[in-house]
């Protein structure tokens, strides 16, 4: 039970600093369907870095590095050239999907370097979590720079006649929540389950973009979430541990992708859109300024 807890709550890290990312992301109006592929992209290299230089904190580096460029990648394409967002995530997916598969291919294993320490038996990014999402409410909630981020989400006109920099602040939104997402990979590959493997996600990001959706937008419901996630995937691994002989294995796998789609279905009828959209960014996933 306590071994359950303790995966439970690394999991959820995981999940929590995508999702974090993300949601800074939404907030200052950008959407950022490709978050899968800058975890790929950060846990990959996060992992080869450290296995060549045999230090998590180089690894850790690169993971923050790459993340940071694809956000300003997808930036570039939704904010400057001001395509279709879902088209520029979604290429970024397919990108890592396969550029991944290939750099890390000749590496596939275990990553060869000692475990992390921990603190009373956790990850220190469990704690590490915990500090972010107060540190993301704080900012978006009590500080010039975080209303300046939901002005700009909300209404980039109004914002922009105020005096703020429209493009500046979405670019700072997108570079920061990439990096959240390569930190994320690499706390995967580096911490919760450091060994590379082919498509080693398997749909961590996506379920971490639904999170956000869940979350309405608020920091302190997401990490919530994250733990509600973070304890259904690893009952699904590992499901003997508090429910033996219930259901087959199999099924259990499913269970948090198919509460992802119930979510998402959800959050998509009128019924909820009339009664809590309205915690939706109102200019999320539109350029500015429109054509």
């Not at 009590?142 to 670019?171: F, H, K, M, Q």
């Not at 608020?218 to 691994?237: N, T």
């Not at 294995?249 to 499913?254: A, G, S």
């Not at 279905?265 to 909820?272: E, G, K, M």
């Amino acid at each position: 039970m306590t071994e359950l807890l303790v995966r439970s709550l690394e999991a959820s890290t995981v999940f929590l600093f995508a999702a974090l990312g993300e949601l800074v992301n939404q907030r200052g109006g950008v959407l950022n369907v490709g978050l899968e592929g800058v975890m790929l992209f950060g846990g990959t290299l996060g992992f080869l870095a450290a296995q060549a230089a045999a230090s998590h904190a180089l690894g850790f580096a690169a993971a923050l590095a790459i993340g940071a460029v694809l956000g300003g990648a997808h930036g570039f394409f939704a904010i400057t050239l001001r395509g279709d967002q879902v088209v520029s995530g979604m290429g970024l997916w397919i990108l890592s999907f396969g550029l991944t598969t290939y750099i890390g291919n000749p590496h596939t294993g275990p990553l060869g370097l000692g475990r992390l320490p921990t603190l009373w038996g956790l990850s220190p990014f469990v704690l590490l979590g915990v500090v972010l999402v107060l540190a993301v409410w704080g900012l978006l909630a009590r500080t010039g720079p975080g209303l300046a981020i939901r002005a700009v989400g909300e209404n980039p006109a109004a914002a922009e006649a105020s005096g703020i920099d429209v493009a500046a602040v979405r670019y700072l939104c997108v570079i920061g929540g990439g990096m959240l997402a390569g930190l994320s990979g690499a706390v995967y590959t580096l911490s919760y389950n450091p060994v590379w493997n082919y498509n080693f996600l398997m749909g961590w990001g996506f379920v971490s973009l639904a999170l956000v959706f869940f979350s309405l937008w608020h920091p302190v419901i997401l990490l919530g979430g994250a733990l509600l996630f973070g304890l259904m995937w690893q009952l699904s691994l590992s499901p003997e541990l508090l429910l033996p002989g219930v259901l087959s294995r199999y099924i259990w796998r499913t269970v948090p992708f198919v509460t992802t789609i119930v979510i998402l279905a959800v959050i998509s009828t009128p019924w909820f859109r009339a009664r809590w959209g309205l915690a939706k960014p109102e200019a999320l996933g539109r350029p500015y300024p429109s054509d």
